[in-house]
């Protein structure tokens, strides 16, 4: 199926996954983001981020699934606003919450597990943000990209568990980001699995007349 010509759909995505951030920032700027703004900001930005990163990772699946070709294109965008976002949440709580203190920020790093699996979702997204260019997928070659870029999986994990574990008690909506997230990695290793038995059968040949 040949991918659709939709020249406003990357600006619009773009758009959409800025307004929250615009709003954010007018809220707070106002005094409308409730008694603790600090701890509003950090919410919003870690659920965006979240979402963002899950909603990259069902591109692929939805290509296999659907046949869908026109969401791979919103793939590196939303991953890249997905990162946008990550670092906007750790700087909410490292410059905001914490007034930069690095002794204490290490600390927390160090001894509070949710902010540990959480500062490492942020690292691990660094070199997948990096290498987001076509330039890096020539220069690294496509499987070494390919390699490096399902990290993307591990990262959207560690960032469930960050949110289960952030919010303790009642943990419904992380596990649904936790579900959504399962059921995209069965359906790219369903996928996978597809394509290495088509491999190994290989062409059939043709008959003689």
């Not at 969401?71 to 709580?93: D, E, I, N, S």
Request: proline share 7%.
């Amino acid at each position: 199926m040949a991918s659709p010509p939709y020249p406003w759909l990357k600006p619009a995505v773009l758009v959409g996954g800025l307004s929250p951030l615009a709003l954010l920032v007018l809220g707070f700027f106002q005094g409308t983001l409730g008694a603790n703004p600090i701890e509003h900001t950090l919410n919003q930005t870690g659920m965006l981020a979240l979402i963002l990163l899950v909603a990259s990772l069902a591109c692929t699946p939805l290509k296999a699934v659907a046949g869908w070709t026109w969401p791979m294109r919103l793939r590196k965008l939303l991953g890249l606003l997905g990162f946008a976002y990550a670092c906007l949440h750790f700087l909410t709580y490292a410059v905001l919450d914490q007034g930069l203190a690095l002794g204490t920020i290490l600390e927390d790093i160090a001894k509070r597990p949710f902010i540990t699996v959480g500062f490492l979702a942020l690292v691990l997204l660094v070199p997948l943000a990096v290498t987001s260019t076509n330039r890096m997928v020539r220069r690294m070659g496509f499987p070494a990209w390919q390699r490096l870029h399902r990290l993307a999986y591990v990262v959207a994990s560690l960032g469930v568990v960050h949110f289960v574990w952030r919010v303790k008690k009642d943990v419904t909506e992380p596990l649904v980001y936790g579900g959504v997230l399962a059921l995209l990695f069965v359906i790219r290793i369903a996928e996978a699995l597809r394509k290495r038995r088509a491999r190994a059968v290989g062409p059939v040949p043709a008959r003689s007349a």
